[in-house]
Nanobody, 120 residues
């Protein structure tokens, strides 16, 4: 069973930075490099939306609202995905979720979420 555990959320002032981490626990003999991964966020009363994603081959994609401020990266050896968030704005306040898709089976997995709050 795949488990994703996020960390690094918290309270930060506008203009500040945070780095989120998502550590994956995989079944024996599974290779993290066979997963597309990404970060989503959900603000109160709103739908969950894509923030950034990095594919199994390293291709990245960002929501327009975070381009130039957020950077997604992954370390397959550590089975971890990162989201570096700079120049944070109050509208970035949300619960951030890690997501992974096994590229051969298309099975999807979600973390439990980590709260990010940006004060003005």
């Amino acid at each position: 069973q795949v488990q994703l555990v996020e960390s690094g959320g918290g309270l930060v002032q506008s203009g500040g930075s945070l780095r989120l981490s998502c550590a994956a626990s995989l079944p024996d003999f599974s290779f993290f490099g066979l997963y597309d991964t990404g970060w989503y966020r959900q603000a109160p009363g709103k739908q969950r939306v894509l923030v950034a994603e990095v594919s199994s081959v390293g291709t990245t994609n960002y929501a327009d609202s975070v381009k130039g401020r957020f950077t997604i990266s992954r370390d397959n050896a550590k089975k971890t995905v990162y989201l570096q968030m700079n120049s944070l704005k109050p509208e970035d306040t949300a619960v951030y979720y890690c997501h992974a898709t096994q590229i051969r089976t298309s099975y999807n997995y979600w973390g439990q979420g980590t709260q990010v709050t940006v004060s003005s």
